[in-house]
């Protein structure tokens, strides 16, 4: 039987400081956090125990590893201890999650009233959240304005106009186009960002206007990007900074490097040259202050996905399975973020003995997705052993654009059912990674 997180920590009364505030968080106080043994396939443990405790168990559901999260943090606050980060909420509103980072300070980049509510809604005060849509309808700017979001960006000379009706007090930093393509996964330059001919009348329309424009703001994509383009973005926001002084604006102070992290060894790579962008473009800028808005940083590692084997086709050597989520559902991340997912069965990681697995075999398997779209498939000529029906398959690092890009199509309802709450001690994720 798992340990409860909250009663192991009272009984040994060990409880590390920062765990306090993160299970008494809105948003995971009174919900079951299970402590996970510091063993290899801890994870695959207890995806097996809350199956075995309810057989019948809404399937797909997914696990959020709170550990995983504070690892993240505290590794952010040593390699960027000058950023602030703004969690973009889009990446996965799951409540829990947005507690937890709430709980280990972190602010909220927001990009609709939806959004901006499900922060407040968790007793976030509003003056952690930017409002980072460069582009907003009236009604979401007027709603911004009443619960007391202030700071926003924008991109065009339109946006100063309904910012000026709807809420003028509102700062706005300028996002700018960064000069360099990133090469990431998804990339945001073609949509959004002031192109360098453009920033002086964007600066001096809104100056015009009576709002203040404290600061700059980029992002230089999403997943994998070259974190060189770090380097040209910053120097740019710099010659934004200077071209606000000449045209005799207020000093700028706010300096956004927008998202684009992922969390493995490219993370440090990203803060090196982050560290050393804003020190020779910005070293000598007294009161800067500088902020981030990761997304899938947080988020990707720390979710896993559980699905069941709800159908399955034998043709000569090929299996053929369908799962009951896809990729209209929280798989959805294989069309829009170019993600390429893994899976493993339950039964080989949890109970290597299963007779299945014992002998190693495996077979050229496509794994469908449930609705009737041939499109919704989510693996192809991928190894797995025999399965059966109801067997599960387990995806790590299901966490980034997944649950919260998904769809109702066919009557499948996009996504998963529960998020189970675990933690992962710091000793338990370096087994893991051995
Ligand atoms: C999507 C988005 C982010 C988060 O991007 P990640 O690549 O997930 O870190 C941050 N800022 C803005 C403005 C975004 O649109």
Not at 164 to 174: A, G, I, S, V, Y
Request: include cysteine; aromatic fraction near 8%.
């Amino acid at each position: 039987m798992p340990t409860l997180v909250s009663e192991a920590f009272q009984a040994e009364g060990a409880e590390p400081l920062s765990l306090k505030p993160v299970f008494s968080a809105s948003g995971i106080k009174g919900k079951r956090v299970t402590a996970l043994s510091p063993q290899e396939n801890a994870l695959t443990d207890f995806i097996q125990t809350v199956i075995a405790e309810k057989p019948d168990i809404d399937s797909p559901f997914s696990v959020l590893d709170l550990g995983v999260v504070m690892g993240l943090m505290d590794k952010w606050a040593t390699k960027l201890p000058t950023v602030q980060p703004f969690y973009a909420v889009k990446c996965n509103p799951n409540l829990s999650l947005i507690g937890a980072l709430a709980a280990l300070g972190s602010s909220f980049d927001c990009a609709s009233k939806a959004e901006i509510e499900a922060v407040l809604s968790l007793g976030v005060s509003p003056n952690r959240i930017i409002y980072a849509n460069p582009c907003k309808s009236e009604s979401h700017i007027k709603y911004a304005a009443t619960v007391g979001v202030n700071v926003t960006t924008y991109d065009s000379k339109d946006e100063v106009e309904k910012i000026r009706k709807c809420h003028p007090t509102c700062e706005l930093l300028l996002r700018i186009k960064p000069p360099q393509d990133s090469g990431a996964r998804s990339s945001l330059g073609l949509k959004y960002g002031a192109l360098p001919e453009e920033i002086p009348e964007l600066l001096s329309v809104a100056h015009a206007a009576g709002l203040k424009v404290t600061g700059v703001s980029f992002h230089i994509g999403s997943g994998g990007g070259d974190v060189r383009a770090y380097h040209g973005a910053i120097s740019a926001a710099k010659s934004v900074f200077d071209t606000a002084s000449l045209l005799g604006m207020p000093r700028m102070r706010v300096l956004d490097i927008g998202g684009g992290f992922t969390s493995g060894t490219a993370f440090d790579a990203a803060a090196l040259k982050i560290n050393a962008a804003i020190q020779s473009s910005f070293g000598n800028e007294e009161g800067l202050v500088v902020i981030g808005e990761p997304g899938r940083y947080f988020a990707e590692t720390a979710f896993t996905l559980a699905t069941k084997v709800i159908g399955k086709r034998v043709r000569g050597e090929l299996r053929e399975y369908w799962i009951d989520d896809g990729i209209y559902g929280t798989l959805n991340n294989i069309v829009f973020d170019y993600a390429t997912v893994t899976c493993t069965p339950l039964a080989c990681t949890s109970k290597p003995e299963n007779p299945s697995c014992m002998d190693f075999k495996t077979y050229s398997s496509t794994v469908f997705g449930p609705t009737c779209d041939s499109i919704d498939t989510v693996l192809t000529d991928y190894q797995l052993p025999e399965l059966q029906m109801n067997d599960w398959l387990v995806f790590p690092n299901m966490g980034a654009y997944t649950t919260s890009s998904g769809t109702n199509f066919n009557g499948f309802s996009s996504s998963v059912k529960s998020t189970f709450l675990a933690y992962s001690s710091p000793i338990t994720r370096e087994q893991t990674m051995l």
